[in-house]
Every structure is written in structure tokens, then in C-alpha cells.
């Protein structure tokens, strides 16, 4: 089996999310981030699995479901943080890894057992986003060096990333790419991808004001442009 660990932020207002305000305000972002939270923890009960964790940084909420193991997150910067995650789980339970963040709200069962299935055949499972990050790792044999002074939240990140496992030389398995929620226009492309997702309702619930009308706008005319 394959553990699925989570990697996510509590979401209090002014912590999270922070890139959408505005058009949102600091309330507002943090609303849509524990929808986006919720949203991701449901596909992942849903999907088969050794061991399901959170590796929260914060306290868990009511969006928490149950059968997760909740863990603090480790480190300062984000490759210290998603290393120690791995770490941490291969410790509770020794068993290939796979690790997704709560950015990526449309992301379904049948994704995360493609890169679960993917492990056994290969040493790891790369997910590339469309900023130029990742949404998903996975790695048959966790190890935290794999990680460790890896360039995070820059447009190469995913790049680096992934030269990093070659220079490993691991057999690594592409998974289709998915868009990051970082900004408002990335929120109205991925709620039209899943509409019928807690994270699409409580955007429309959020979207009354005139500047997010705009921004969602904006979002739609970019994607007919693709």
C-alpha cells in the first residue's frame, strides 16, 4: 500500500491564501482555502491507501475528516517542510509516499491511484503544475535529500524538481498537469473545472463583488485564449 500525506496550512485569515487579496479580502481567501482544504482531504479518504496523513502547519478544524493522521510540518523553508513530511511518514509506516498539496482542489481518486499505482512500477511520480511547480510527489523510497535545497515557488521549481530526481537516477512518471490556486483568475479556472465541488460553491458565494466579477472576467477571456 501507499500513504498520502497532504501538506497544508490552517486556514486563518492573513495566513493563507494571501495572492487572492484582492479581489477577496483576508476573510474571504481564508473561507475559499478551507473549502479548497476540505475539497482535497475528500479525494484523498476516497482513495485507497496505506496510511492517509496531514502534515498541517496550524490546528485541524471541523474540515478535517476522520481517519487522517495529523502531523506538524518540520522545517523553515518549503523544501525543508515537504522533506520532513516524507520523512515523518515513512517513519509511522515504511511504505512508498505520495504527497499533494491543498492547492489543487480538482484533483480526483483516479489521479491520486494512478501515482500510487505508478510506484510500483517506478521510483517516483511527478504531477507538474502549471505555474511551472508540482501538485504531486511521490516516491517509492522517501528520502528527504531527494528535496533538500530544491529552489521552491519559483517558475523552475518543477524543473528542478525533477533534475533532481534524474540526477538520482530514479524512473520518474509524469502525471497530467493541474493549475495551483495561487491567484483569483486560477480560483475561476479550476471551480469551472469541478462546479460542483465545496471549493466552486463557496467561490460563487464569494464572487458578488465587482472586482472579482472582473477578475472572473478576465479568468474566462484567458481561458478561451489558451
Known amino acids: 500500500m501507499t500513504t498520502i500525506v497532504t501538506i497544508a496550512k490552517e486556514p486563518v485569515a492573513g495566513r493563507v491564501k494571501t495572492r487572492l487579496t484582492p479581489p477577496l479580502s483576508p476573510a474571504q481567501a481564508a473561507l475559499l482555502a478551507e473549502a479548497a482544504i476540505e475539497d482535497t ?6 482513495t485507497p491507501a496505506g496510511q492517509r496523513v496531514l502534515a498541517l502547519d496550524g490546528l485541524p478544524g471541523s474540515w478535517l475528516p476522520p481517519g487522517f493522521v495529523v502531523i506538524p510540518q518540520r522545517g523553515t523553508g518549503l523544501d525543508e517542510r515537504l522533506a520532513a513530511a516524507f520523512a515523518d511518514c515513512r517513519r509511522l509506516r515504511p511504505e512508498p509516499v505520495v504527497l499533494i498539496g491543498m492547492d489543487t482542489p ?5 489521479l491520486l491511484r494512478d501515482a500510487a499505482e505508478a510506484l510500483t512500477e517506478c521510483d517516483a511520480v511527478f504531477g507538474p503544475a502549471a505555474d511551472g511547480g508540482f501538485w504531486l510527489l511521490g516516491l517509492r523510497r522517501p528520502d528527504p535529500g531527494l528535496l533538500l535545497g530544491v529552489p521552491m515557488s519559483r517558475p523552475y521549481t518543477g524543473a528542478a524538481q525533477l533534475e533532481r530526481l534524474s540526477r538520482a537516477g530514479l524512473a520518474v512518471r509524469r502525471l497530467p498537469e493541474l493549475t495551483d490556486v495561487d491567484t483569483a483568475a486560477d ?11 465545496r471549493f466552486a460553491a ?3 458565494g464569494l464572487a458578488g463583488s465587482p472586482e472579482a466579477r472582473v477578475t472572473e472576467a478576465r479568468a474566462t477571456e484567458a481561458g478561451a485564449l489558451r
Open 106 to 110: 480538482q484533483v480526483t481518486p483516479g
Open 202 to 204: 463557496t467561490l460563487r
Open 187 to 197: 480560483a475561476f479556472r479550476v471551480a469551472a473545472e469541478t462546479p460542483a465541488s
Open 41 to 46: 482531504l475528500r479525494t484523498v479518504a476516497a
